[in-house]
């Protein structure tokens, strides 16, 4: 730019954007690729004139300027096509001539992402690296009386259960009169949470599939996956590998259509459906799929034009109030598969949980509660609702879980916490202590995405584009020439490793502490903090 | 480790012989305390079939204020044990106002009601006792059932067991249980000392239950009452066991069933498994997490012993017909049954419960994987 040229409010430097370009020109060779392979189109092909003078010396010749024409990398500094620090030029480049660094300097760009005043949106996560589960240690080792056990070589019974169970008076008594006992599904205590086909990539959708299917087949570990809200491919409904999926059912309803008239060919039932009331990265907000992302396989599954947003509202339209949408919704669904399929609602956590959570208690037909944290990730949301909103997880769950010993309940409606499990990488840790605060059941999805297929997003804001269907790594695309970089079968290979090395992880947890025989769901008294505000919140023990 | 030995005969013995066996088991407690559950009382205890016994220890001010309590309620004093104690206590026994074993007529108008609810009545009068006592710390009750007697304190058993004369013939039983105690976690407590009753049922155990925390958050919650206490972490099985036999109304074979449900694996191929299934996945909170071995007696004077399912503690059971002994160590049953045939000793594994009945004629092994008598 000339240094007489206008300046406009956003007109920015480098320095105000978050991330800027290392471009190193020896080592350059020139080849474009990481111009083709930005998804943000962050930098383009530079073309530099320099001028040197040529003074000379005698009188004979006179001095001189000399032009030189240089190519390289430019990059941009308009904030709508600012790096998002993806890395992915640095990926491709094959001279290591490019990588993106984080500025030092606080980024501008936040004050000017919003041209035509509609406020940033993005896809990812809070950008928030603090945890609270991180901080949770597990004190009470079996060093006495009780030996501590070898992870390696001990039979641990890792498994849960979804579903109402009934105090055990009442299912004695139900089973004696051949009465109705509420479905129960015995799985693996992490679930892979529900994020769409729509939002995913097909790539990425068949490849956790997969994953989820050979663990189950060949690896005898019950692993469950929730569809999200999209849907779910017809071939699936129909095919024997349903009772691995959790439907999910949302606000837009979208994909029902195609499931309840897929109902009467299923071979199987579903392993439960979860009605979406809310998530925690977006809590009170409607889901999104952007028209970047509705291509005709998506418009066809959610039964939609192509092409359009699709808003879910961020209520279930057709209910006046919540707790009669919950008491209707779980019914209707129930009544659906015949009673057969356990069926539970998902909040986003909040102040209000507890008044939720007392409703289902007196609901017989309510399979669990999932909540899912501020933490949890999200496709597309508005940045403010991602960053500002919320309740974490921890202490609500263990709320939830207290109350429900209050009234004898605990483990009767399993909870399922979501949100921020393994954000710093810490997966087994994290769901060791939610498990051990109270919840039956632990969902994840960012971890997931981060682990089986390559996402380089991060609590740190980069890339976070899944919104607009330029994911790089094609997780998160609709795009043939992005997802098709996914390889579903190494996806599925990755989700595979990730489960065995949870499960190892989790019994090189239990083990030191004696528990191997169920899970120890509520066992606050192996919890330690160092935090005493926290360890009194969550009723847990103080450790410095 | 605590140290168990439980002894069932058909003629009333000398708790003495239990507490002998405890002795020669020393090297695994440490002195700092000992229990007795005595039932099949021969004396004149024994005699009084339809009076609750009070068994607890008292200061004198804990005893004007059980008097009166008793009195209002509307109970009769039947018989009551006086204790003619040497001047001082053993080493690390305390001094105590009065050790109290007193028979009790109840109120008349319970004689009208079923049996259930006077059982609760007597419950209920049992609690409010302690909970009376704990305000002022002046009264201890461990059982106040027809037919129980119950002795707690601190100090080394064999001496502990001299000073209160345990040996007298008033205190003679068929049924003894008794628990040498290793203080490990908690402060000695006698609420904390094992054996543990809840109306006629009780348990001793040894070893750390690791599930113990979530076990008694359900328990304390479930609104039966006597569920409570905690003390140690032991106590939550003779409640489970109460909760299987009397709430679910289960056979003493499903008790193992209900602690350590099977593998799913080894459940599928189980002529119960539909039942089985179902109570292991309504019952999933009372699953323990051992190492632990349970010796328990039910109303009935059956006596049992099981293990956790996966951490096993040593334990053993053997005697001929007529004496038949539970211990925690060999060397307690040699002490105490050394005519024993000691091929017939039996060790139970995961899978068993090792049960001798009233009539002490011989040990019935269950084993999980065989079909449940009475299943539904
Ligand atoms: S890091 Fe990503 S967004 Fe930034 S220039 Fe490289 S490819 Fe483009
Ligand atoms: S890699 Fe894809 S899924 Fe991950 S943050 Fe970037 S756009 Fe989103």
Same mark, same amino acid.
């Given at each position: 730019?000339?240094?007489?040229?206008?300046?406009?409010?956003?007109?920015?430097?480098? !320095?105000?954007?978050?991330? *800027?370009?290392?471009?190193?020109?020896?080592?350059?060779?020139?080849?474009?690729?990481?111009?083709?392979?930005?998804?943000?189109?962050? @930098?383009?092909?530079?073309?530099?004139?320099?001028?040197?003078?040529?003074?000379?010396?005698?009188?004979?010749?006179?001095?001189?300027?000399?032009?030189?024409?240089?190519?390289?990398? *430019?990059?941009?500094?308009?904030?709508?096509?600012?790096?998002?620090?993806?890395?992915?030029?640095?990926?491709?480049?094959?001279?290591?001539?490019?990588?993106?660094?984080?500025?030092?300097?606080?980024?501008?760009? *936040?004050?000017?992402?919003?041209?035509?005043?509609?406020?940033?949106?993005?896809?990812?996560?809070?950008?928030?690296?603090?945890?609270?589960?991180?901080?949770?240690?597990?004190?009470?080792?079996?060093?006495?009386?009780?030996?501590?056990?070898?992870?390696?070589?001990?039979?641990?019974?890792?498994?849960?259960? @979804?579903?109402?169970?009934?105090?055990?008076?009442?299912?004695?008594?139900?089973?004696?009169?051949?009465?109705?006992?509420?479905?129960?599904?015995?799985?693996?205590?992490?679930?892979?949470?529900?994020?769409?086909?729509?939002?995913?990539?097909?790539? #990425?959708?068949?490849?956790?599939? #997969?994953?989820?299917?050979?663990?189950?087949?060949?690896?005898?570990?019950?692993?469950?996956?929730?569809?999200?809200?999209?849907?779910?491919?017809?071939?699936?409904?129909?095919?024997?590998?349903?009772?691995?999926? @959790?439907?999910?059912?949302?606000?837009?309803?979208?994909?029902?259509?195609? @499931?309840?008239?897929?109902?009467?060919?299923?071979?199987?039932?579903?392993?439960?459906?979860?009605?979406?009331?809310?998530?925690?990265?977006?809590?009170?907000?409607?889901?999104?799929? #952007?028209?970047?992302?509705?291509?005709?396989?998506?418009?066809?599954?959610?039964?939609?034009? !192509?092409?359009?947003?699709?808003?879910?509202?961020?209520?279930?339209?057709?209910?006046?109030?919540?707790?009669?949408?919950?008491?209707?919704?779980?019914?209707?669904?129930?009544?659906?598969?015949?009673?057969?399929?356990?069926?539970?609602?998902?909040?986003?956590?909040?102040?209000?949980?507890?008044?939720?959570?007392?409703?289902?208690?007196?609901?017989?037909?309510?399979?669990?509660?999932?909540?899912?944290?501020?933490?949890?990730?999200?496709?597309?949301?508005?940045? !403010?609702?991602?960053?500002?909103?919320?309740?974490?997880?921890?202490?609500?769950?263990?709320?939830?879980?207290?109350?429900?010993? %209050?009234?004898?309940?605990?483990?009767?409606?399993?909870?399922?916490?979501?949100?921020?499990?393994?954000?710093?990488?810490?997966?087994?840790?994290?769901?060791?202590?939610?498990?051990?605060?109270?919840?039956?059941?632990?969902?994840?999805?960012?971890?997931?995405?981060?682990?089986?297929?390559?996402?380089?997003?991060?609590?740190?804001?980069?890339?976070? !584009?899944?919104?607009?269907?330029?994911?790089?790594?094609?997780?998160?695309?609709?795009?043939?020439?992005?997802? %098709?970089?996914?390889?579903?079968?190494?996806?599925?290979?990755?989700?595979?490793?990730?489960?065995?090395?949870?499960?190892?992880?989790?019994?090189?947890?239990?083990?030191?502490?004696? *528990?191997?025989?169920?899970?120890?769901?509520?066992?606050?008294?192996?919890?330690?903090?160092?935090?005493?505000?926290?360890?009194?919140?969550?009723?847990?023990?103080?450790?410095? | 480790?605590?140290?168990?030995?439980?002894?069932?005969?058909?003629?009333?013995?000398?708790?003495?012989?239990?507490?002998?066996?405890?002795?020669?088991?020393?090297?695994?407690?440490?002195?700092?305390?000992?229990?007795?559950?005595?039932?099949?009382?021969? =004396?004149?205890?024994?005699?009084?079939?339809?009076?609750?016994?009070?068994?607890?220890?008292?200061?004198?001010?804990?005893?004007?204020?059980?008097?009166?309590?008793?009195?209002?309620?509307?109970?009769?004093?039947?018989?009551?044990?006086?204790?003619?104690?040497?001047?001082?206590?053993?080493?690390?026994?305390?001094?105590?106002?009065?050790?109290?074993?007193?028979?009790?007529?109840?109120?008349?108008?319970?004689?009208?009601?079923?049996?259930? $609810?006077?059982?609760?009545?007597?419950?209920?009068?049992?609690? $409010?006792?302690?909970?009376?006592?704990?305000?002022?710390?002046?009264?201890?009750?461990?059982?106040?059932?027809?037919?129980?007697?119950?002795?707690?304190?601190? =100090?080394?058993?064999?001496?502990?067991?001299?000073?209160?004369?345990?040996?007298?013939?008033?205190?003679?039983?068929?049924?003894?249980?008794?628990? =040498?105690?290793?203080?490990?976690?908690?402060?000695?407590?006698?609420?904390?000392?094992?054996?543990?009753?809840?109306?006629?049922?009780?348990?001793?155990?040894?070893?750390?239950?690791?599930?113990?925390?979530?076990?008694?958050?359900?328990?304390?919650?479930?609104?039966?009452?006597?569920?409570?206490?905690?003390?140690?972490?032991?106590?939550?099985?003779?409640?489970?066991?109460?909760?299987?036999?009397?709430?679910?109304?289960?056979?003493?074979?499903?008790?193992?069933?209900?602690?350590?449900?099977?593998?799913?694996?080894?459940?599928?191929?189980?002529?119960?498994?539909?039942?089985?299934?179902?109570?292991?996945?309504?019952?999933?909170?009372?699953?323990?997490?051992?190492?632990?071995?349970?010796?328990?007696?039910?109303?009935?004077?059956?006596?049992?012993?099981?293990?956790?399912?996966?951490?096993?503690?040593?334990?053993?059971?053997?005697?001929?017909? =007529?004496?038949?002994?539970?211990?925690? $160590?060999?060397?307690?049953?040699?002490?105490?049954?050394?005519?024993?045939?000691?091929?017939?000793?039996?060790?139970?594994?995961?899978?068993?419960?090792?049960?001798?009945?009233?009539?002490?004629?011989?040990?019935?092994?269950?084993?999980?994987?065989?079909?449940?008598?009475?299943?539904?």
């Amino acid at each position: 730019m000339p240094s007489n040229a206008a300046i406009a409010p956003s007109t920015l430097s480098h !320095v105000d954007l978050p991330w *800027r370009i290392d471009w190193t020109g020896d080592k350059c060779t020139l080849c474009g690729q990481c111009v083709a392979v930005c998804p943000v189109r962050a @930098i383009e092909l530079g073309v530099f004139r320099k001028r040197e003078i040529k003074a000379s010396f005698g009188l004979s010749t006179t001095s001189e300027n000399q032009y030189s024409v240089r190519y390289g990398i *430019r990059q941009k500094t308009d904030p709508g096509f600012a790096c998002i620090g993806c890395g992915m030029c640095d990926m491709v480049c094959p001279g290591d001539a490019i990588t993106p660094r984080r500025n030092d300097e606080q980024p501008k760009l *936040r004050m000017h992402a919003n041209k035509g005043g509609a406020p940033r949106t993005r896809g990812g996560r809070r950008n928030d690296r603090g945890s609270l589960l991180d901080q949770i240690k597990f004190v009470r080792i079996s060093m006495l009386t009780d030996p501590a056990l070898d992870a390696g070589r001990h039979e641990f019974d890792l498994t849960t259960m @979804i579903g109402r169970i009934l105090p055990p008076e009442t299912a004695l008594e139900t089973l004696r009169n051949q009465g109705w006992m509420p479905p129960v599904r015995k799985i693996y205590p992490l679930l892979i949470g529900g994020m769409s086909f729509g939002a995913l990539s097909p790539n #990425m959708w068949e490849g956790l599939q #997969m994953g989820v299917a050979y663990l189950n087949e060949e690896l005898h570990m019950p692993v469950r996956m929730c569809t999200g809200e999209g849907g779910c491919p017809p071939r699936l409904l129909r095919s024997r590998f349903l009772k691995y999926v @959790i439907l999910q059912i949302a606000s837009g309803y979208f994909g029902w259509d195609e @499931i309840i008239h897929a109902l009467p060919e299923m071979k199987e039932d579903p392993c439960a459906v979860e009605i979406k009331y809310g998530q925690g990265a977006k809590p009170g907000d409607g889901g999104l799929l #952007m028209w970047h992302k509705v291509n005709k396989l998506i418009a066809a599954i959610r039964g939609v034009p !192509v092409g359009v947003s699709l808003p879910s509202p961020t209520t279930h339209q057709t209910k006046y109030s919540i707790e009669e949408a919950v008491a209707k919704m779980i019914q209707s669904m129930s009544m659906a598969w015949g009673f057969r399929v356990p069926v539970y609602p998902k909040i986003s956590a909040t102040t209000t949980s507890l008044a939720v959570l007392n409703n289902l208690a007196r609901n017989k037909y309510a399979a669990g509660l999932a909540i899912d944290g501020e933490d949890g990730g999200t496709g597309a949301a508005y940045n !403010v609702s991602m960053d500002h909103m919320g309740h974490p997880i921890a202490s609500n769950i263990r709320d939830c879980y207290l109350n429900l010993c %209050r009234i004898g309940a605990q483990n009767e409606l399993p909870l399922i916490a979501g949100g921020g499990v393994g954000k710093n990488g810490n997966l087994a840790a994290n769901a060791a202590a939610l498990i051990m605060l109270g919840a039956s059941a632990v969902q994840v999805g960012k971890y997931i995405m981060q682990a089986a297929a390559g996402c380089v997003g991060s609590e740190g804001d980069r890339c976070n !584009v899944c919104n607009i269907g330029v994911c790089p790594k094609g997780i998160t695309s609709q795009d043939p020439r992005l997802y %098709r970089r996914l390889d579903p079968e190494k996806v599925a290979g990755r989700v595979v490793e990730v489960f065995l090395a949870f499960d190892s992880e989790m019994k090189k947890i239990l083990a030191p502490l004696g *528990r191997s025989t169920s899970l120890p769901i509520g066992m606050s008294d192996a919890l330690g903090i160092g935090d005493k505000n926290a360890a009194d919140r969550l009723s847990i023990r103080y450790c410095v | 480790m605590c140290r168990l030995f439980a002894l069932t005969s058909t003629e009333p013995v000398s708790p003495m012989r239990a507490v002998r066996a405890l002795d020669v088991m020393r090297e695994g407690h440490d002195g700092s305390g000992v229990g007795l559950f005595l039932t099949g009382l021969g =004396g004149p205890l024994g005699a009084l079939a339809d009076c609750p016994i009070l068994s607890g220890i008292l200061t004198s001010e804990g005893e004007r204020r059980l008097n009166q309590f008793m009195d209002d309620k509307g109970f009769t004093l039947r018989h009551r044990l006086s204790w003619n104690l040497p001047a001082t206590p053993p080493p690390g026994t305390p001094r105590r106002g009065l050790y109290l074993v007193a028979a009790y007529e109840p109120p008349d108008r319970w004689r009208a009601l079923p049996p259930a $609810e006077r059982e609760l009545n007597i419950l209920r009068t049992r609690l $409010e006792l302690k909970h009376m006592g704990l305000e002022r710390e002046d009264i201890t009750v461990f059982s106040f059932w027809p037919d129980v007697v119950m002795l707690k304190e601190i =100090g080394d058993p064999l001496a502990v067991g001299r000073y209160l004369d345990v040996d007298r013939e008033d205190l003679h039983a068929r049924q003894i249980l008794a628990q =040498g105690r290793q203080n490990t976690n908690y402060a000695i407590n006698l609420y904390a000392c094992h054996p543990f009753f809840i109306q006629g049922i009780c348990t001793m155990t040894n070893g750390e239950n690791t599930a113990f925390v979530p076990i008694k958050d359900w328990l304390t919650a479930c609104g039966v009452p006597g569920y409570e206490g905690y003390h140690s972490d032991s106590e939550v099985f003779t409640h489970i066991l109460h909760y299987a036999v009397r709430r679910l109304g289960l056979p003493l074979a499903a008790y193992k069933h209900v602690i350590t449900p099977l593998p799913d694996a080894d459940m599928r191929s189980h002529p119960d498994a539909a039942f089985l299934e179902q109570l292991k996945a309504a019952c999933r909170k009372l699953i323990i997490d051992g190492p632990n071995c349970v010796i328990g007696c039910l109303p009935d004077r059956t006596m049992f012993m099981v293990q956790d399912s996966k951490k096993l503690r040593p334990g053993v059971v053997g005697g001929r017909p =007529g004496l038949y002994a539970f211990s925690s $160590e060999i060397c307690g049953l040699d002490a105490a049954i050394p005519e024993r045939d000691k091929t017939r000793d039996f060790q139970p594994m995961h899978l068993d419960t090792a049960i001798v009945g009233p009539g002490c004629e011989e040990i019935e092994i269950c084993r999980q994987t065989q079909p449940l008598p009475q299943a539904r």
